[in-house]
């Protein structure tokens, strides 16, 4: 929580075994359309059953060999709330991956890099070997968290065997 609070992003804990905890949520979700994502197991299902108790969507037991979910739901499913708003139900994430993306763009999808990149010295800066650059600085200086920016030079050196195959089909 400390390092998307730091990132700029509102977190909350929350627990669907106690009602009032989510009563909030109702609210939220009023007049839009919102998405739950997270691992297998995390309680996505059993969370939008307590929104709206007819939906009966099935729930799996965590697995206690594995201390992980069962990938109880297959497939997304979109939900219109009686109090308000649609709720879409997905499948625990397996993999994450950057599919038809330019990775020039990066990082104006951290919120917290977006703010300082304009001062970088280059206005093409990938904040990877670039002197002067806004977002290292902030990194260094604490502005940001470390393990952020960890996650944003990994996806930057991940493979891009998949982009490049769907060139060769192209031409
Ligand atoms: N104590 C507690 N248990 C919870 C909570 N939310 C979910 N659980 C339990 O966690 C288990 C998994 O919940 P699911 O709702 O099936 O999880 P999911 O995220 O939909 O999982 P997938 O559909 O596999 O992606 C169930 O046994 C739930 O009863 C919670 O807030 N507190
Ligand atoms: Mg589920
Ligand atoms: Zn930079």
Avoid: W
């Avoid at 359309?33 to 108790?53: A, E, R």
């Avoid at 990775?103 to 001062?119: G, N, Q, T």
């Avoid at 393990?147 to 996806?155: L, Q, S």
């Amino acid at each position: 929580m400390e390092i998307y609070n730091m990132a700029g992003y509102r977190c909350l804990t929350i627990s669907a075994k106690q009602e009032g905890s989510v009563a909030f949520l109702k609210e939220e979700i009023k007049g839009k359309k919102v998405m739950f994502g997270g691992h297998s197991g995390v309680g996505k299902s059993t969370l939008i059953n307590t929104l709206d108790p007819e939906l009966e969507l099935k729930t799996g037991k965590i697995s206690m060999s594995h201390l992980s979910g069962q990938h109880t739901t297959t497939f997304a499913e979109m939900h219109e709330l009686p109090t308000g708003g649609f709720i879409i139900d997905t499948p625990g994430i397996k993999a994450f991956g950057l599919i038809d993306f330019d990775k020039k763009v990066l990082s104006h999808y951290f919120p917290e890099m977006r703010k300082v990149l304009h001062e970088c010295k280059f206005n093409d800066c990938q904040h990877i070997n670039e002197p002067d650059c806004a977002v290292k600085n902030a990194v260094e200086m604490g502005q940001i968290h470390p393990e952020r920016y960890f996650n944003y030079v990994n996806m930057m050196e991940e493979d891009d065997d998949e982009t490049y195959r769907k060139d060769i089909y192209k031409s």
